[in-house]
């Protein structure tokens, strides 16, 4: 069979942790708080990021909040903290406004105080520009006019300064003098006109030097093949020249056991989807053993982590035959789903989720609307309404879900603590008793152990917001008695 060449492309939306999904979300315990925080990214860098955290046990007094570098965490380094303020509609829901000032990963060290005593926590995110805001044209004509103004008065105040500065009051200035300030007068507009210039060059540069860090962020490029009827090659390709010097120094790292999440999800109807763990090759490039595959065109996510704890979606696109045959050689987390178009379902939500041995998904909805971060909350249960026995961690934790709109410009990859990947957590460690050194795994790990807490139904949640309205195909990936089960549902957000 001959290899398939590939249809890459790059999406325009920015990339980070997820494909057109910038904020970050977290929901964990921190000593004896549980909270939900979300991390409202700006648009630039430096820019002010939003920070707001929702307890959900109730009995938080005072909340600060402290910014690091995650993949340097120390401390010792932290600046001193800014309180958050308290709302008075709410009075457990708290957010403070910090600058952000560097691009890369970032760790945000939180300091909870209340009636249980003192707790701290420290949650990864990502810190980079998202694009360019424009100079509006009421604004722009505004500061053109200000800053011929400003020039101007400077260079009547130079040439009076020439012409008056010593005389007598109510003097005359005699013709030389006149003379001399007018030259005066020239060469200070002639000084003035050069700063201008000077300043516009060095605003030139730092507006290109923006735009190509703001390239540097957008998602990388997936290639991919057909090696053999069976073997996908892939390869992960930055567009910015910067990109591939960067990953050779600061290589990749696992999440959840594997250094590539891959999702292949058939477009235009999303009826398809295959959840991956390629290998790495030692020249770089990955491969994975693709199981029986029904033909069309496959749009490419894959997720991967570098050593800082900053993670990368590359997206891609691909025209797969028809592959039939045995599934060989495939991990035992892989997983797949398939089933109607997203067309098809409108925009009707789904409730309800069949899974195998009668087991159904039951989907606990909250708001949908576009900004609003929620708990995507989903139960797993028998036929009769009796919580399912069988359920066991899926890599580590809970579960995995992936939301994806429907034109494919919004993916994110989301866990139950929240959109930090698991090797991010890992790098940021505070000190102090167990209780206070790692929030975000102890979450991660907690959420593993709720679906066996005798008593209660097996739940999985997800904390989330739909980052933009529009038709949304939610995957919920689980795993029972050894097996990896996926519950999709639709949802229509305004």
Sequence with gaps: MKPFVLLCFLLSTPAGAHVGSSDAFFEGDAGPYH??????????????????????????????????????????????????????????????????????PLAAVIQ??????????????????????????????????????????????????????????????????????????????????????????????????????????????????????HRLVLKVVGTHPNWARYTKRIPLVPDHGHLMHLFLIR???????????????????????????????????GDIVDKNGFPWTAVGEIDLPAIGGPRNNSDEDDSDWAGASLAASGKARGMVCPLSGGARMVWLPGPLRAGIATQFRFRIENADGSPVQDMEPYMGMAGHAEFVRSDLAVFAHIHPAG?????????????????????????????AMMMTHTGSAPEV??????????????????????????????????
């Design 112 to 229: 909870l105080d209340g009636s249980k005593g003192k707790a701290r926590l420290a949650i990864p995110f990502t810190s980079y520009p998202q694009g360019t805001l424009p100079l509006g044209n009421a604004l722009g004509a505004g500061l053109a006019a200000l800053m011929l103004f400003l020039a101007a008065g400077m260079v009547s105040i130079v040439s009076a300064a020439a012409r008056e500065g010593d005389l007598e009051p109510d003097a005359l200035a005699p013709e030389p003098r006149m003379r001399h300030a007018r030259v005066v007068a020239a060469a200070a507009a002639i000084v003035i006109v050069g700063l201008l210039w000077a300043g516009k060059q060095w605003w030139g540069a730092e507006a290109l030097a923006h735009r190509d860090l703001v390239d540097f962020f957008r998602p990388p490029k997936l290639e991919a093949a057909i090696e053999s009827p």
């Design 419 to 447: 959109t930090a990947p698991m090797a991010a957590f890992e790098l940021v460690r505070l000190s102090g008793t167990p209780e206070q050194s790692n929030a975000g795994m102890r979450g991660m790990q907690h959420a």
């Design 267 to 301: 477009v235009p109807d999303l009826d398809r989807m295959w959840h991956l763990h390629p290998v790495r090759r030692d020249n770089g490039d990955f491969f994975a053993f693709l199981p029986p595959v029904d033909a069309g065109r496959y749009h490419l996510f």
């Design 461 to 494: 949640s997800f904390p989330y917001a739909f980052p933009s309205p529009g038709s949304y195909r939610i995957f919920v990936q689980i795993k029972r008695s050894g097996r990896v089960e996926t519950g999709v549902f639709d949802a229509g957000v305004e």
């Design 35 to 104: 909270v939900f925080v979300t991390i409202r990214k700006p648009p630039v860098v430096p820019g002010i990021a939003v920070f707001e955290l929702r307890s959900r046990t109730g009995d938080v007094g005072e909340v600060k909040i402290a910014l690091g570098a995650s993949y340097q965490f120390d401390e010792k380094l932290l600046p001193v903290p800014d309180t958050a303020a308290r709302s008075t509609a709410d009075p457990q829901f708290f957010s403070c406004g910090i600058w952000l000032m560097a691009d890369g």
